[in-house]
Structure formats: C-alpha cells, structure tokens
C-alpha cells in the first residue's frame, strides 16, 4: 500500500489545516484496516492524531479531538485531516498511515506510511 500526502506548507495562526492522503494499491473501505494522521513535532516525539476505520466510524486523540475532524471520499479512496485553529505549536511534519486496528494505530506500530508532509504554522 502507498499512501501520499497532499495540502499547504504554510498555514497561518488561526486558521484550518487541510491534508490529504491518496491511497493506492490497497481500499480504505477494506474491513479491518484503520487510516491515520500522525505528526511530529520538531524535536519532540510522534503524535497519533485520529483515525477512520473501513465503516467510515472515527476516533480521536482526546488532546486534540475538538480541533480535529477526519473524513474520507471513498470513490477517490482519500481521506482528510482537518484541523482548526491552528498555531505555531502545530507546526510539525504530518504523516499519514495505515494500521491493522485501532489499537495498532494509537500505539504507532503502523504497517505503511507516506512520505509525510512539513506543515509551519506562521503569519
């Protein structure tokens, strides 16, 4: 499976930040598999974000679930990351992923990877 991320590399305070992951050589809708955003910050330890399972059901890192909100276009096989009011301390590189459950991926032990995106927060 090969997962792509896409969006802007500067997003200023206050703002949403909008990512895409395109998915190839593998089905979002695949049971069993959950879809993720991971990031991390510079000098600082990986950050699982949220997730969305083959049933379209969500979850989020408590941290950061009212900023968070995950969706997906199936007849695209992408799915989204937004969040909102955005500010330096989200400036992070931004990696999407796949994992073989909820679990797996809240742990990082995640089968695939993009290639993550830098993402600066700044006016």
């Known amino acids: 499976v090969q997962l792509q991320e896409s969006g802007p590399g500067l997003v200023k305070p206050s703002e949403t930040l909008s990512l895409t992951c395109t998915v190839s050589?593998?089905?979002?809708?695949?049971?069993?598999?959950?879809w993720g955003w991971i990031r991390q910050p510079p000098g600082k330890e990986p950050e699982w974000m949220g997730a969305?399972?083959?049933?379209?059901?969500?979850y989020y890192n408590p941290s950061l679930k009212s900023r968070t909100s995950i969706s997906r276009d199936t007849s695209k096989n992408q799915f989204t990351l937004q969040l909102s009011s955005v500010a330096p301390r989200d400036t992070a590189v931004y990696y999407c992923?796949?994992?073989?459950?909820?679990?797996?991926?809240?742990?990082?032990?995640?089968?695939?990877w993009g290639q993550g995106t830098q993402v600066t927060v700044s006016s």
């Open positions: 969305i399972d083959a049933s379209g059901t969500t």
């Open positions: 992923a796949t994992a073989p459950g909820i679990m797996s991926m809240t742990l990082g032990t995640v089968d695939d």
């Open positions: 050589g593998g089905s979002i809708t695949t049971n069993s598999v959950v």
